[in-house]
């Protein structure tokens, strides 16, 4: 009766964790608005496709390519916003808001998980303090596929848990069309079926074959679609592959720390195989986080970094428990010290928020930050740009406007004059008719490199067209007068300049 009633204490402190973790997490996203981080450039590759099958059922954008779609990625995430945009309507808050709906789920869904593990509460507190670092806030804050991937993955550990193998598989399939790096959690359940049932896989049962057909009927069209215009697919994953090789990510792995970081997961490995084989599958997913961020090698997946030292440090404390466990009083003790070096490192390392200035003095990607009081970007500052643009208006003729920062095209979207397209190439000889760049107090400095390129193109006379709060500046170039400039400027973030 005892047990019992610690149990169901135990589940109310968890769901109060979770719950009060969220709204924290509610707020954070508030307040980090449109600075935590900037409109980014990648929102603009992944949003407009996703407007276009809402609204035309295409995934052709002419924002990025007047005369193909785009292949850089699998089309899953965009399918998935444009279900969002279909309910919610389009614009840049609602798809930000859907990566923070996808990723407080996957918080749930890990909690969840580790409610069937030792120190349920000490390992879930942990991992509701990592959720409120910079990288959790920003992926909760982007419109980018790494939440939704994330939920998935998620979804997939959970599901292998309950030995529901088959709905695991399924989703990791889905997973890996919504980002490739999905193919990191399908290795995680192929590998785990294959040690928990060898080649006794069983039958799928009930909606097992739902999410199987679903699956299968995804990866189908997919194909189709891949067929249907096969060398634009081949072009965009050249580009792909070149650019990932360039960063040489074997040269990562052979280094001290990578070398020490996989001698641990051998050892945890081992001891798991000889105590509690069930240990091995969040050590396995902790291991793909790691895996994906090492080959990766993108800012944005520095949640998956979290996410690996966490559930590698939680395998450490159950290890320690397992030995200790029969002297309670020393178990606690032996926890609590290795707790506090842990603790240090994930801060050391930003894996979790240190107390003062939380959460308004948070930054994330060297230099973006909360806002400070004035607006990144207001219905006034949409309305001058399209008043301006009212001025270079060609009757007969749609002119494409291409922004800097790209991302702030998604803002200025719904007020812009007709004839005018938002527009930044992709694959295409196709040039932007108008330039309208701005200078902001939240451009981070290491951008800079970026901001001259940009303003190369206009001419040094120019004047702001409008300007407030002191540092908030925006310039219009009509491009269609002076020559383009032949690079193509960027912020790295999931991909390098885009041929024109």
């Known amino acids: 009766m005892k047990q019992h009633l610690l149990s169901h204490s135990a ?3 968890l769901v109060v964790l979770v719950g009060g973790t ?3 997490s509610a707020w954070i996203h508030q307040l980090a608005g449109m600075t935590l981080p900037l409109p980014w450039d990648d929102e603009f590759s992944f949003v407009w496709p996703a407007r276009a099958m809402a609204e035309h059922g295409t995934l052709h954008a002419p924002e990025l390519n007047p005369e193909r779609d785009i292949f850089w990625m699998p089309p899953g995430y965009a399918v998935a916003l444009a279900g969002v945009f279909k309910v919610f309507g389009f614009s840049l808050p609602v798809a930000r808001g859907f990566s923070w709906f996808c990723a407080a789920a996957a918080l749930v869904v ?21 959720f409120v670092n910079g990288a959790f806030v920003t992926i909760g804050n982007v419109a980018r596929m790494d939440a939704l991937c994330l939920l998935m993955g998620a979804g997939t550990l959970l599901l292998l848990q309950r030995e529901r193998r088959w709905a695991g598989l399924a989703i990791a399939a889905l997973a890996i069309l919504v980002h490739p790096n999905g193919v990191y959690f399908g290795a995680v359940a192929v590998a785990w079926i294959l040690v928990d049932r060898g080649l006794q896989w069983g ?3 009930g909606t097992d074959w739902v999410l199987l057909g679903i699956a299968g009927a995804a990866w189908a069209a997919y194909l189709a679609y891949v067929a249907a215009h096969w060398p634009s697919f081949q072009a965009d994953m050249a580009m792909q592959f070149a650019r990932k090789a360039r960063r040489a990510p074997w040269t990562e792995l052979m280094t001290a720390t990578s070398l ?3 001698g641990l997961y051998l050892v945890l490995g081992v001891l798991s195989l000889i105590r509690d084989r069930s240990r091995l599958l969040p050590l396995a997913f902790s291991g793909a986080c790691f895996f994906l961020v090492l080959f990766g090698h993108e800012m944005w997946y520095e949640v998956f970094n979290s996410l690996a030292f966490f559930l590698l440090a939680c395998s450490v404390l159950w290890a320690l428990w397992d030995v200790l466990s029969r002297r309670r009083v020393v178990a606690v003790a032996a926890t609590g010290l290795a707790l506090l070096p842990m603790l240090l490192f994930f801060y050391r390392h930003g894996f979790i928020e ?17 806002s400070d009081g004035a607006d990144y970007f207001t219905r006034n500052d949409a309305e001058a740009i ?7 208006a060609a009757p007969g003729r749609m002119l494409r406007v291409q922004f800097y920062p790209r991302g702030d095209a998604l803002l200025a979207d719904r007020y812009l004059p007709k004839g005018f397209l938002p527009f930044f190439p992709h ?17 981070p400095t290491w951008v800079d490199k970026v901001r001259v390129q940009v303003f190369q193109q206009i001419p040094e006379e120019t004047e702001a067209f409008r300007e407030r709060d002191e540092t908030e500046m925006w310039y219009l170039a009509d491009l269609r007068t002076r020559p383009a400039s032949t690079t193509a400027p960027k912020i790295d973030g999931e991909h390098e300049p885009i041929r024109q």
């Open 11 to 13: 589940n109310w402190l």
């Open 22 to 24: 969220i709204i924290l």
């Open 110 to 130: 890990l909690v969840v998980f580790l409610a069937r593990y030792p120190l349920r509460l000490l390992t879930s507190a942990l991992l509701c303090w990592i």
């Open 203 to 205: 039958r799928p049962r």
């Open 260 to 262: 020490g970081v996989l």
């Open 354 to 370: 240190g107390l003062r200035g939380f959460p308004r003095d948070m930054e994330w990607g060297w230099g973006m930050r909360m």
């Open 386 to 392: 399209a008043a301006q643009l009212e001025r270079y």
């Open 427 to 443: 694959f295409t000889e196709t040039k932007p008719d108008i330039l309208i760049a701005r200078k902001s107090r939240y451009i």
